[in-house]
């Protein structure tokens, strides 16, 4: 084998984006509370980068703040005069015994009279009066503050402390409510916890503490698995205690597929009282850790509002959450000053980063509506009748009327929404596939779903559909459809099987 090292030149093309045009690609992709945010870090920190509303009359607020700054060093100078003298005096303040300190003890009195009533941290004189006005303020705040709610833990090892116990059951038993998951199950076997516990504790003593823990409200908690999490929140007295028990351990695969007459065969039940004790069954609680999660509402702020001008729906930009940016003339001025080289390169580069981000920003409002307006000129339909007249519709179409790439409308209409007289929408809620009926027209696929979920609803339960009978019965709507479709739509809708959805 021979090795050979040599150069050559080829010619190629290569695409590269450069770093501003990735920031300007982010900022498209931005949700209009994520946008505030990020414009909100920029005013932070480019100095030249302003709030038009807020630094509307730049002379006035220079003056202002001229007159602040000029009163805050004022404010400033004095109270360091004051501490400097306080420091001085403290230092001349030394007891002799063989000394009379009393003009000392004078001049400490008469200077603690001429601080503020309000510097309490550098321990003023404050009037009574004040104390009150500032603990009133403190118990307002207090009262009007959130509480954090009580978690599923300490509400159960408040009541854990009712019981009477030994010592060392309580500390286990406090151990295994610490552990419970958030469903409020035990995350492994009694044996296993009691291995990892820490402590030394008998198994006779685990199995008490977790009895005591499994009689605590809510029913259900302290169990080791679904079915004794069932079982633990039927009382005695229930009246279908006896098949409620029978269901639980041997046949919740059987009423999931709703074979009922095997259960009836397997165990004598009457079907009736089968029927009765599984509506029970289902107002059981498999979860009874859950209603104590705590979980933050994620806040919807819709971009865009569409309104009706002249028969036409007309998209509108909300910008009142993006406060509008500008160059601030002070900068500008400095710079058109020629000052130093080092300084101008400072205010040049700070001027150059926030004229892309107003650009980008101002690019980003005027694509997302251009994308907006023309998915709403396409989608009028569902706007005037309903969901069931939307239209299929693809980006690409989108991209088309826009004259932009199909990337760019994905990034658009990302977590964007659109505020509609139907109600308030993602984008993306417009967009979907279809097929075409018998006549040739397209029809979307959410239609289709609608048309179907209709049907089952309108169906013999004593009788229902098969997957194969729905395919007939959309075709009769002039839908063909394979019955693989059908399948995988009916179980996007949640809907269950013929089986499943009969009714004895």
């Known amino acids: 084998m021979h090795l050979n090292i040599s150069q050559q030149m080829k010619m190629g093309q290569q695409m590269k984006l450069a770093p501003r045009m990735i920031q300007s690609m982010e900022i498209l992709q931005l949700s209009v509370l994520a946008l505030q945010e990020r414009v909100e870090k920029e005013l932070a920190e480019n100095v030249v980068l302003e709030n038009n509303l807020e630094d509307a009359d730049v002379t006035e607020t220079e003056i202002n703040r001229e007159i602040e700054k000029s009163r805050e060093e004022t404010e400033a100078t004095s109270f360091d005069e004051k501490i400097e003298a306080t420091s001085l005096d403290e230092k001349e303040l030394v007891v002799d015994p063989d000394k009379n300190n009393e003009a000392d003890f004078e001049r400490l009195l008469e200077m603690s009279q001429d601080w503020p009533e309000d510097n ?16 009133d303020r ?48 035990l995350p492994g076997t009694l044996p296993e916890i009691v291995q990892v516990y820490g402590k030394s504790v008998e198994m006779d003593e685990a199995e008490y503490a977790l009895e005591l823990i499994q009689k605590l409200d809510p029913a259900g908690v302290g169990a080791r698995d679904y079915k004794e999490c069932l079982l633990l929140q039927i009382k005695k007295n229930n009246p279908y205690a006896d098949v ?75 910008n009142e959450y993006v406060p509008e940016l500008r160059i601030s003339p002070r900068y500008v001025k400095m710079l058109k000053a020629k000052p130093d080289e080092k300084t101008k390169e400072y205010i040049k580069k700070k001027i150059e980063s926030a004229q892309w981000l107003i650009d980008s920003i101002a690019q980003r409002q005027n694509t997302l509506k251009k994308v907006a307006q023309s998915i709403v000129d396409r989608q009028s ?46 984008l993306k809620r417009f967009f979907g596939g279809g097929t075409q009926t018998a006549g040739g027209e397209e029809v979307a696929w959410d239609i289709i779903r609608l048309k179907m979920k209709d049907i089952v609803d309108n169906e ?21 459809l394979a019955r693989r479709t059908v399948t995988k739509y009916r179980k996007k809708l949640d809907i269950p099987s013929s089986r499943q959805r009969r009714e004895y």
């Open 138 to 185: 403190q118990h307002d705040a207090m009262t009007n503050m959130e509480g954090r709610p009580q978690s599923l833990h300490e509400y159960l090892v408040e009541q854990f402390g009712f019981f009477n116990y030994p010592e060392a059951v309580r500390e286990f038993g406090e151990y295994l409510i610490q552990n419970l998951d958030e469903n409020g199950r």
């Open 460 to 480: 013999d339960k004593k009788r229902p559909l098969s997957d194969d009978a729905l395919v007939l019965k959309l075709a009769e709507h002039g839908y063909k």
């Open 244 to 318: 409620l028990h029978t269901l639980i351990t041997s046949h919740l695969e059987d009423i999931q597929q709703n074979r009922l007459p095997v259960i009836h065969r397997k165990t004598g039940y009457a079907i009736e009282e089968i029927k009765d004790a599984i509506l029970y069954l289902q107002k059981l609680n498999p979860w009874p850790g859950r209603g104590f999660e705590t979980r933050a509402v994620q806040r919807v702020t819709p971009d865009l509002s569409v309104e009706l001008v002249k028969d036409r729906y007309v998209v509108k930009l909300e």
């Open 120 to 135: 309490i941290s550098a321990g003023a004189k404050v009037s009574s009066n004040r104390v009150d006005e500032m603990g």
């Open 381 to 426: 339909e569902f706007l005037n009748k309903g969901p069931e007249h939307i239209h299929p519709l693809k980006m690409q179409q989108v991209a088309d009327d826009v004259k932009v790439h199909v990337t760019t409308v994905s990034r658009a209409v990302d977590d964007k929404w659109i505020q509609t007289p139907r109600g308030l929408f993602p």
